[in-house]
């Protein structure tokens, strides 16, 4: 049996984590800083946390591996190894601070934040310090863009290391365009384009009047289509329609293709005009505002223009690019609205974005292919292709978007099989479901009830956290680990 396995290079992985964990480190020091500004007793959680994640870095470092290289085996293995390794470390000044107090919570939270989900164990953030509700949108922005990306970028030994294979394995979508010849100077890019949008952004929302600590806060969140808020009562505190109509253009942006961003930025608009997803993803928002708007004109709920106009584009967006920000009322907008957000849910943003979903990409190339069938029907020796951006998709790339739609669902079903089993309602296990693996978290039941997910049992919460990573690493990366033919050669 043994012979059947193959060598994986385990020290070689180890030493590129302690590199990652020093990264974190450097990132913990945002969070520290703060408290530290603010006087706030939680610099010492932070001071503990920095020093442990730092600790370990530098010990996993001093290793010595007997070969430097990395195989698409390592590769995959290490981009789901760190996303957990992060939320370990990542949830240390929680239990050093007491604002968790049991590790399910801290990791379920700490995951979420990294995955950009945006779901709490948490019943108020009210009461959290100004350094953690910090670290909580700090997270969200290194996991919207990828932590191997940034690695990536400021690593670019890793360029000789499997470089390519943990961009695959990372990054959303069905295929993989490199902007640059090197892996890593489209990771340095993709980070440029992340990095100056949410400084904008964060400057449009200090300029719209929003407290310079919220600003950045939800710049942080936003861009990476996370969702974290500041307070409780969320965007609605500031009462604020340009401040509203920012987070549409930003989440919005969010949940496209970078390379069309990129693209655009270097003047080629032609690529973004013929680019079918893009316009599938357009007309999606646009129906479905509509339908909205509609539904709450019919529902006498229109008071004024923007009960009609913003707010349900603020709710489209939201949901479609997997930000999760909710406007207070919508569940007593109509059944067709709440139908229109768990497929906008489950559709998701472009792939290449920071949205979670399926991704849109996936649902056009699925559309294209039942229409090529049904067309066969009449003609059975027609020879058909799924045409996108005008150019014709190969039938391996149509499998695998099946393929992957498929086993989507079948994470939903089951993940909500067993939290059904757990003891959660059923009106909650499924949406819980779908909201964990596009990484949407809304935050409420479909009824407009608040998710009381502190009363979930601990077993559920673990569940769910796996589902977030299963989901924002596109199923496969995580999945395959758990079959014999990743253990094989």
Sequence with gaps: ????????????????????????????????????????????????????????????????PASREMRRREAMMLT????????????????????HFSVTDAFFDTMSSFTTTGLSSLSTI?????????????????????????????????????????????????????????????????????????????VLLRLADMPIFDAVCYGLSTMSTGGFATTDAGIQSFNSLSIKIIFCVFMLLGSVNFSLIFQAVRGNFSVIKGNTVLRWFLLLI??????????????????????????????????????GLVEPDFFTWGAP????????????????????GAKID????????????????MHPNA??????NKLGTSEVVVQKAIVFLILYVLVILFAGVILLLLGIPIEQAFINALECISNTGLGVCLDGTTSDLSSFPAAAKWLLSFVMLVGRLELYTVLIIFTSTFWRR
């Design 1 to 64: 049996m043994f012979s059947t396995r193959q060598y994986i290079n385990i020290v070689m992985l180890l030493r590129v984590i302690g590199w990652l964990l020093l990264i974190e480190a450097v990132f913990m020091s945002i969070p520290m800083i703060a408290a530290f500004i603010f006087k706030e007793d939680s610099f010492q959680a932070f001071l503990i946390g920095l020093g442990i994640c730092a600790g370990a870095g530098l010990m996993l470092m001093s290793l010595k």
């Design 80 to 99: 789901a190894l760190v996303w957990v390794v992060f939320s370990i470390f990542g949830m240390v000044p929680y239990l050093a601070g007491g604002v």
């Design 126 to 202: 009210d009461t959290l310090p100004h350094s953690f509700i910090l670290w909580r949108c700090v997270m969200q922005w290194i996991g919207g863009m990828g932590i191997i990306l940034f690695t990536l970028a400021v690593l670019p030994m890793l360029n000789y290391q499997g470089g390519m294979q943990m961009f695959n394995a990372e990054v959303t979508g069905i295929t993989h365009d490199k902007l640059r010849p090197r892996v890593s100077s489209t990771a340095k890019a993709l980070w440029l384009i992340y990095i100056s949008l949410t400084v904008l952004l964060t």
């Design 286 to 323: 646009v129906i479905s505002t509509a339908i909205m708007s509609f539904s709450i004109w019919q529902q006498g709920l229109a008071e004024n223009v923007e009960d009609v106009t913003i707010d349900p584009l603020f709710q489209a967006i939201s949901v479609i690019s997997s930000t």
């Design 337 to 356: 609205v709440l139908c229109i957000l768990v497929v906008l849910m489950f559709v998701g943003g472009c792939a290449g974005s920071t949205s979670g």
């Design 362 to 377: 996936r649902i056009v190339i699925c559309f294209k292919n039942i229409r090529n069938e049904f067309f066969r029907i």
């Design 383 to 388: 020879v058909l292709t799924v045409r996108i």
